[in-house]
Nanobody, 116 residues
Framework: QVQLVESGGGLVQPGGSLRLSCAAS????????MAWYRQAPGKERELVADITNGDSTNYASSVKGRFTISRDNAKNTVYLQMNSLKPEDTALYYCNLNSPYNGKSWGQGTQVTVSS
């Protein structure tokens, strides 16, 4: 059983920055992949970025160069640094952990709103 708790969302002006955090607790394995997804109103949930234990990363083309995913394995925490935010980045952002042993776990989501 894995619990994920996100924090760091909020309202920011276009061009601004936010840093999301996701703390994982429970049974976590070093090979688990951690990721951030987002879902805007009326749209499907999409992958924003993911990171392996070996710090290999993958980004959606829409955020590449603006967002950075990182993880602190000692703290079981994954971060998403979001720079140069655009109105189209507005969405509910979800933390995800994908384990070969425990399957997929999701956080409750944190709202990011980019608006002037």
């Amino acid at each position: 059983q894995v619990q994920l708790v996100e924090s760091g969302g909020g309202l920011v002006q276009p061009g601004g920055s936010l840093r999301l955090s996701c703390a994982a607790s429970g049974t976590i394995f070093s090979i688990d992949v951690m990721a951030w997804y987002r879902q805007a109103p009326g749209k499907e949930r999409e992958l924003v970025a993911d990171i392996t234990n070996g710090d290999s990363t993958n980004y959606a083309s829409s955020v590449k160069g603006r967002f950075t995913i990182s993880r602190d394995n000692a703290k079981n925490t994954v971060y998403l640094q979001m720079n140069s935010l655009k109105p189209e980045d507005t969405a509910l952002y979800y933390c995800n952990l994908n384990s070969p042993y425990n399957g997929k776990s999701w956080g409750q989501g944190t709202q990011v709103t980019v608006s002037s």
